[in-house]
């Protein structure tokens, strides 16, 4: 939550003399002349418009800019050239330079602290609100949260944002128990507070935290604002509530932010990932204005839900209408060849990503590739490529080829493989279940056994597999022999009815020995 960079601006004071009131003309000939200030109104005005700016707001102007530029190191000369020169600096010229420290954390903390010192040292940090808020921020920014508590804890007043920022930054840094802890103890939250907590958790990966919380933001009556809609669409995308997303779009549609770019961009994304793509193509048809983020979001869409001929229909079309695509673009056509079997159009995509729009490759563009290779059963391609990437493959990259070997039965290829996954991650429990899914896939049970035996050697547990419904809204996760659910002797009862159902139809279950395994 970045604080503004500059809040006051010096008082220029006009005084002027209230004209005596106007009469009517004793006849229509006379003429009514207008009434001339007196020459002293005249000239104090003349003289407010010309009085020189005071040196320390020339200083920090030229500091702010400096600062919006990421220029810190310019910045702080500057601010010692302003502290030669014999000028104090006011609370703007703080929270300046704190702002820009918080905006660019990475390079900035032992500015940072220092500044925090000079204001310690003037007593700002406790005392001026502004100053102790902007210097919380930057340390939760720089991962100092303990820091950034302290100063909090130690403020004598604290405003909205003060509250605000101390939960943005428990977030930020992963402590959603503080940050629920100083929402409760809030004397009064704003829909700020609220989309802080909200966006927070979906931040941190807990979705359906997140849409607890936007109930509970309804149930006390505080309306949303569109960062809070675009935190909640986020969610529903996430977990695949597409009724939630209904909801939402429905609620937008009544609101002054209907038109929002973000909102749209984001109704975009939540359909695409509930696979209701059309619903998501309407959402663009609308938009008034589209963006770069519009286009790569349908392209995207389409690509994910196997629509290739669309993905790169639209990857044309947009470049038609004068947008230049960017790597979300190409990953997005890379996807859309690789569903499609087009190996020679996503090497072409992909060669001219550099040599024609000068983009650089990523992890995830090498991934395309390597997924683009290995459902057209070029294994041997697929691993050269990871082989000479430029940077160290990931799970994903990895998981895509092994993948494959199970669909090929290419064991000798997967047993290669399994290097790469063990030194990324020895204690990882998909690394061991794909390799012995490849064993088991093309009847290899010792091999698969003797890949179980080294998990329960080293200490490493599978992790069990879930599904899950949306009913109502709310989303329903199960595991295998799930007892957890509040509802689950009434579900139970209906799966034996169903299965009994099965059996009077004719249906038998096959039960072979690679499914009791993998449910193992």
Known sequence: MSLPANTVTPAQLSHSTKPPPLSLPSSPTQPVLPIKPRSKDLSVSQRDLHKPIEPVIK????????????????AAVQFSQMRLAGLEPNHITFITLLSGCADFPSESLKF????????????????HVMVGTAILDMYAKCGLVGFARVVFD??????????????????????????????????????????????GFVKRGHSEKALEWFREMQVSGVEPDYVTVIAVLAACADLGTVGLGLWMNRFVINEEFKDNIKISNSLIDMYSRCGCI??????????????????????????????????LEFFNLMQKEGFKPDGVSFTGALTACSHAGLVDEGLLFFENMKRVHGIRHRIEHYGCIVDLYSRAGRLEDALNVIENMPMKPNEVV???LLAACRTHGDIT?????????????????????????????????????????????????????FSSIEIDCNIHEFVAGDHSHVEAECIYSMLELLSF???????VS???????YEED
């Not at 200083?59 to 310019?74: F, K, M, V, Y």
């Not at 619903?279 to 690509?303: C, Y």
């Not at 003797?450 to 597999?465: L, S, Y």
């Open 59 to 74: 200083w920090t102007s030229s500091i702010a800019r400096l600062c919006r530029s990421g220029r810190l190191a310019e």
């Open 112 to 127: 940072g602290a220092s500044i925090h010192g000079y204001a310690r040292k003037l007593g700002l940090d406790t005392s």
């Open 154 to 199: 130690e403020l004598m007043v604290k405003n909205s944002v003060t509250w605000n920022t101390m939960i943005d930054g428990y977030m930020r840094n992963g402590k959603v128990e503080n940050a629920v802890e100083v929402f409760d103890e809030m004397p009064e939250r704003d829909r700020i507070s609220w989309t802080s907590l909200i966006g």
């Open 278 to 311: 059309e619903f998501a193509r309407q959402v663009f048809e609308k938009m008034p204005i589209r963006t770069l983020v519009s286009w790569n979001s349908m392209i995207v869409g389409f690509a994910v839900n196997g629509l290739a001929e669309e993905a």
């Open 398 to 400: 990895l998981g895509s």
């Open 413 to 465: 290829l997967a047993e290669r493989l399994m290097k790469y996954l063990f030194e990324l991650d020895p204690g990882g429990d998909s690394n061991y279940v794909l390799l012995a899914n490849v064993y088991a896939a093309v009847g290899r049970w010792d091999g698969a056994n003797k890949v179980r035996k080294r998990m329960k050697a080293r200490g490493i547990q599978k992790t069990p597999g």
């Open 501 to 507: 159902e099965l059996k009077a139809s004719g249906f």
């Open 510 to 516: 096959e039960n072979i020995l690679r499914e009791s």
